[in-house]
């Protein structure tokens, strides 16, 4: 099945370790997008690529960091992590049309700073 | 996008109709009610959208109002797997997808 892989699913790093995360896709989906999701809140959403153009939200910190090198692939790099980035990272992907635009989401990867 | 209002929690019991609703008095005529949901630990989960008329699919019937400034999700026979958080979310195609907090649905046996 077409689907939206994340990995790793769980990820341990030392206080300013970077680290980086990956998504996969084989939707074929022009649009790649990183949520943050913090314990009992929602999904914050960080940045997203329209194909290969990146929108970046303004308050998401220089810390955040994605590269996308080609359709399938989009990755988070977390450059200097700190306790307060412990969350889960969730990936979807999606294609705008005339009608509806539905995301497709990973099965998300759990990030703990120690 | 239009801002949603849904209540923080619901209680359902198991087998019965669970209604969830969502306000968005300030909707355009261009934007598409979508609802998500989230089980715990697990990455968000597309259920239904609709822009004007009522919607039913293999888990969910979406209900919305003629001035379409409120919607309905209604899950006909809840089981304890549909408790979640579910989100209600008024976008455009082409607006990127923002959470508000939900409500947590609570299926009891």
């Known amino acids: 099945d077409a689907m939206v892989i994340q990995n790793p699913r769980y990820q341990v790093t030392q206080f300013g370790k970077p680290v980086t995360l990956s998504c996969s896709q084989t939707?074929?989906?022009?649009?790649m997008y990183w949520y943050q999701q913090k314990s009992s809140q929602a999904p914050k959403l960080l940045f997203h690529?329209?194909?290969?153009?990146?929108?970046n939200e303004a308050d998401t910190p220089d810390n955040f960091q994605s590269r996308r090198p080609n359709t399938s692939f989009c990755f988070l790099d977390i450059r200097s992590p700190g306790l307060g980035d412990a969350a889960m990272y969730l990936c979807?992907?999606?294609?705008?049309?005339?009608?509806?635009?539905?995301?497709?989401f990973g099965a998300g990867s759990r990030l703990t700073v120690l | 996008d239009a801002k949603t209002t849904q209540p923080t929690s619901m209680d359902c019991a198991e087998g019965r109709a669970a209604n969830l609703p969502c306000n968005h008095s300030t909707i355009s005529g261009n934007e598409y009610v979508y609802w998500y949901r989230q089980i715990h630990s697990q990455g968000p989960q597309y259920i239904i959208h609709g822009l004007k008329n009522n919607e039913t699919n293999e888990m969910a019937s979406l209900i919305i109002t003629e001035d379409r400034k409120s919607s309905t999700l209604i899950l006909p026979h809840a089981t304890l797997r549909d408790t979640a958080v579910y989100y209600c979310?008024?976008?455009?195609?082409?607006?990127?997808?923002?959470f508000g907090p939900g409500t947590s649905l609570s299926v009891i046996p």
């Open positions: 939707l074929n989906h022009n649009v």
């Open positions: 979807a992907t999606s294609t705008p049309s005339s009608g509806a635009n539905v995301l497709t």
């Open positions: 979310i008024v976008k455009t195609s082409y607006d990127k997808v923002i």
């Open positions: 690529y329209y194909d290969k153009d990146f929108n």
